[in-house]
């Protein structure tokens, strides 16, 4: 339910953009198979699955809870924004970076965005399902950064190599930005120094 139709419009979305960015006209059809056409195609997919195991899908409080698949698809479907920007955004524009760096037409410095947006994306994802904390929403983060920093806490560590691939990227993302700006503030410093005297 949230899966493929985020998958689906992040593609649907690049499309689009990459038509707006050719300047040519994005059909209408491609609207129609977002806003139709997949929703309710995952809803058949859905009404199948209850199908064939209704046990599983229809719990205790009885078929009041499937009023919430449609619900749960819209959603899914929204999410799609998410997964373009954090993922499929930042591949396509790895590989074009790539391309046009391999032609000298970029410097290696345009590859920094796409890696960030990436790498935040991935630590979104794994940090997820490394930890399970007690609480949700901003009543979690306490429990988050202590998980990060390996300090007790209201969580329990589900995947401890996807914590530590979380540390890494955030010590790469860190490493990455303040170094060259604690850098460039020092030297701005030292040459203001030289030039008084």
Same mark, same amino acid.
Request: net charge positive; glycine share 10%.
């Given at each position: 339910?949230?899966? +493929?139709?985020?998958?689906?419009?992040?593609?649907?979305?690049?499309?689009?953009?990459?038509?707006?960015?050719?300047?040519?006209?994005?059909?209408?059809?491609?609207?129609?198979?977002?806003?139709?056409?997949?929703?309710?195609?995952?809803?058949?997919g859905f009404v199948v699955a209850i199908l064939r195991d209704p046990d599983?899908?229809?719990?205790?409080?009885?078929?009041?809870? %499937?009023?919430?698949?449609?619900?749960?698809?819209? &959603?899914?479907? #929204?999410?799609?924004? #998410?997964?373009?920007?954090?993922?499929?955004?930042?591949?396509?524009?790895?590989?074009?970076?790539?391309? #046009? +760096?391999?032609?000298?037409?970029?410097?290696?410095?345009? #590859?920094?965005?796409?890696?960030?947006?990436? $790498?935040?994306?991935?630590?979104?994802?794994? @940090?997820?399902? !490394?930890?399970?904390?007690?609480?949700?929403?901003?009543? !979690?983060?306490?429990?988050? +950064?202590?998980?990060? %920093?390996?300090?007790?806490?209201?969580?329990?560590?589900?995947?401890?190599? @996807?914590?530590?691939?979380?540390?890494? +990227?955030?010590l790469a993302i860190i490493l990455l930005f303040a &170094?060259?700006?604690?850098?460039?503030?020092?030297?701005?410093?030292? $040459? !203001?120094? %030289?030039? !008084?005297?």
């Amino acid at each position: 339910m949230f899966g +493929i139709p985020a998958l689906a419009a992040a593609v649907i979305i690049q499309i689009v953009m990459a038509r707006l960015g050719e300047r040519t006209r994005v059909p209408k059809a491609v609207f129609w198979w977002v806003l139709a056409v997949l929703p309710l195609g995952t809803l058949a997919g859905f009404v199948v699955a209850i199908l064939r195991d209704p046990d599983y899908f229809i719990a205790d409080e009885g078929p009041w809870m %499937l009023l919430w698949v449609p619900v749960f698809i819209v &959603v899914g479907l #929204l999410l799609g924004a #998410l997964v373009w920007f954090f993922f499929v955004f930042p591949l396509v524009s790895l590989v074009t970076v790539i391309r #046009l +760096i391999a032609r000298g037409e970029a410097k290696a410095g345009a #590859l920094i965005m796409p890696i960030v947006l990436l $790498s935040l994306g991935v630590l979104s994802i794994v @940090g997820g399902l !490394s930890i399970d904390t007690d609480s949700s929403g901003r009543a !979690s983060w306490g429990s988050i +950064i202590a998980a990060f %920093l390996g300090l007790p806490g209201n969580y329990e560590v589900i995947w401890e190599p @996807g914590l530590w691939i979380v540390r890494g +990227i955030v010590l790469a993302i860190i490493l990455l930005f303040a &170094v060259p700006a604690a850098h460039a503030r020092l030297s701005s410093r030292l $040459s !203001s120094r %030289l030039r !008084s005297r």
